[in-house]
Nanobody, 120 residues
Framework: QVQLVESGGGLVQAGGSLRLSCAAS????????MGWFRQAPGKEREFVAL????????YYADSLKGRFTISRDNAKNTGYLEMNSLKPEDTAVYYC?????????????WGQGTQVTVSS
């Protein structure tokens, strides 16, 4: 059984930073990449970034390159999303997931989500 638990969300002022964590458990983690998605109220879930467990290859949504950084610690089975220069439009529930690709349908396992609110 694979489980994902996000943490690190909260309220931050515009221009600030947050670091989200995603602790993963299960036997088949290395078979997947870890992705981060976000969903704002009334909007579809959108791809943020992904990282492969083996090799650490990363991919980002074009609009977020330079502000967001994805990383992972294989020893801790934990992925991270460092978010800098946050804007009010970054406000959303952020989810980590295991799978591959940039579509939500590409991912089999999901965390419960963590709220990020950026005030202006």
């Amino acid at each position: 059984q694979v489980q994902l638990v996000e943490s690190g969300g909260g309220l931050v002022q515009a221009g600030g930073s947050l670091r989200l964590s995603c602790a993963a458990s299960g036997r088949t983690l290395m078979n997947y990449a870890m992705g981060w998605f976000r969903q704002a109220p009334g909007k579809e879930r959108e791809f943020v970034a992904l990282i492969t467990w083996i090799g650490g290859t990363t991919y980002y949504a074009d609009s977020l390159k330079g502000r967001f950084t994805i990383s992972r610690d294989n020893a801790k089975n934990t992925g991270y999303l460092e978010m800098n220069s946050l804007k009010p439009e970054d406000t959303a529930v952020y989810y980590c997931a295991l799978g591959a690709g940039s579509r939500p349908s590409d991912y089999k396992y999901w965390g419960q989500g963590t709220q990020v609110t950026v005030s202006s």
